[in-house]
């Protein structure tokens, strides 16, 4: 494989990234994961965005400007010969003195690395197993709009489900009230209603979460945010998760009880795809 490192294509073996460097000493720094379809980035704006909004937050100044990396990701796709994949972009502060300090790191490393798409990608008959984990996220906190490169309470979380045998784990906020999963953002049927919890409950704001709003009507759905517990989540019509790599993926079950399934849940997975693939062939930002 061949990754985009500080602005140079190089073999996976020879991408490396120096052991002080703050994202490895302390998670200090921000990524994004995103659909790569037909060759082309799917949302690069809006996953751009996100980024650099996630490095202002963090007082990190990109080193590249954004028409460099978007030429970057073209090249990276050709030398890979991988024209549907995830790609992923890792921003971190770089390396610094010993310390908590940012003080002194000014040479922030940026890493582009192009990975097969999953296996269930594109899976019409996928339905996940979701576990409540124990962990808990806080409310209203700022940090939870960025990707930032800690993500330790998701890997427990996600661990805590695998040993439990589900595929994912359902994530509440403090209040008790229904966040999002470990790797994407939950939404959940009511009649011809599609509701996903408020930015507020402490979730990240997915861009395929995004798209999925922006969708609703035009299949004849009313989307909202509404805060949400598990007994609604169960008393639903139906639910799925939305992540970048896979699209729309339905929940067949939380905590061994089973979920109704919505038509609906079908009908938007098949919308997202079919804005996926248009917005890929003509090379939409």
Known sequence: MIVFLNGKL??????TVPV???????GDGV????????????????HLRRLEDGAAGLHIDPPFPADELRNAVDRLVDANALPEAVLRITLSRGVGARGYSPRGA????????????????????????????????????????WKTANKLLQVLARAEAEQAGADEALLLNARGELCETSSGNLFWVEGNRILTPPVQAGLLPGITRAVVLELAPAVGLLPAEESGTARRLAQSDGAFVTLSS??????????????RSSPHTAGLRMAYQERLAQECATGSP
């Open 20 to 26: 002080f460097d703050r994202s490895f000493l302390y």
């Open 106 to 145: 000014t040479n922030p490393t940026v890493v582009m690395s192009l990975h097969p798409l999953p296996e269930a990608a594109g899976r019409s008959d996928l339905r996940w197993a979701l576990a409540t984990s124990r962990f808990r996220l806080p409310p209203d906190d700022p940090l939870s709009r």
């Open 10 to 15: 190089v073999p996976e073996p020879e991408a």
């Open 246 to 259: 896979l699209g729309v993926v339905e929940v067949g079950a939380v905590d061994g009880q089973r979920l």
């Open 31 to 46: 990524f994004e994961s995103l659909r790569v379809s037909q060759g082309q980035p799917f949302r690069w704006a809006q």
